[in-house]
């Protein structure tokens, strides 16, 4: 089994940044795929970026491209968004996501992922 918890969500000001972490416990080296997906109000849920664990490929989303960066540190089984020039449009819940399987269906849709964290919120004011 795995849980996972993100932090580091809060308040900023359009332009600015935040870095989200989401820690991995439990059966840890159980995990080969791992993304960040939000969900707005009203809105439905969207794949943010993700990454091979394996492989550190990385995928992101046009919304968030040149903006966000992914990263992992394999020593604290800990999973980063880095995300700069926030806009008003990045307001929304982020949570982070895992799965056993490093090859398997599309990295932005929810179904290809067993595992979820709780959410951190995430508002970005103009």
């Known amino acids: 089994q795995v849980q996972l918890v993100e932090s580091g969500g809060g308040s900023v000001q359009a332009g600015g940044s935040l870095r989200l972490s989401c820690a991995v416990f439990?059966?840890?080296?159980?995990?080969?795929?791992m993304g960040w997906f939000r969900q707005a109000p009203g809105k439905g849920h969207e794949g943010v970026a993700a990454?091979?664990?394996?492989?550190?490929?990385?995928q992101y989303a046009d919304s968030v491209k040149g903006r966000f960066t992914i990263s992992q540190d394999n020593a604290k089984n800990t999973l980063y968004l880095q995300m700069n020039s926030l806009k008003p449009e990045d307001s929304a819940m982020y949570y982070c996501?895992?799965?056993?399987?490093?090859?398997?269906?599309?990295?932005?849709?929810?179904?290809?992922?067993?595992?979820w964290g709780q959410g951190t919120q995430v508002t970005v004011s103009s």
């Open positions: 996501a895992a799965d056993y399987r490093p090859y398997a269906g599309l990295w932005s849709s929810g179904a290809r992922y067993n595992y």
């Open positions: 439990g059966n840890t080296f159980s995990v080969a795929y």
């Open positions: 990454m091979n664990l394996g492989s550190d490929s990385t």
